[in-house]
């Protein structure tokens, strides 16, 4: 069970950074996909907070997890405020727009 969580981790971590290496045109799919690696590290905290039999691991998870959840507000609010100024969500336009 513990071999196929380690395997878990690793593909979590490498399909969120396929999707941010080759994403360049949804922003929406961008922030889901560093979402994905979050959650490849959470899973690897976890797995050895209950293999060393510490609560540290458990600990860091819910900072990364508040972290990751202030991130993702922030995140939409700026799409939102950009979407009703330009009606487009484009990452190829945004490169265009000096903040």
């Known amino acids: 069970m513990v071999v196929k969580m380690y395997q878990l981790r690793y593909y979590l971590i490498f399909l ?6 080759y994403n360049r045109s949804n922003l929406v799919l961008y922030f889901l996909c560093m979402e994905i690696v979050l959650l490849g590290v959470n899973v690897i905290f976890i797995l050895s907070s209950l293999l060393l039999g510490d609560v540290f691991g458990f600990i860091v998870y819910f900072f990364i ?11 939409l609010s700026l799409l939102v405020s950009y979407y009703i100024s330009y009606l ?7 490169r265009l727009v000096r903040w």
């Not at 969120?16 to 290496?21: C, D, H, K």
């Not at 997890?65 to 995140?75: H, K, N, Q, R």
């Not at 487009?88 to 945004?94: A, E, G, L, P, R």
């Open 16 to 21: 969120g950074l396929a999707g941010v290496v």
């Open 65 to 75: 997890l508040t972290i990751s959840a202030s991130e993702v507000a922030l995140g």
């Open 88 to 94: 487009d969500i484009s990452v190829n336009y945004m």
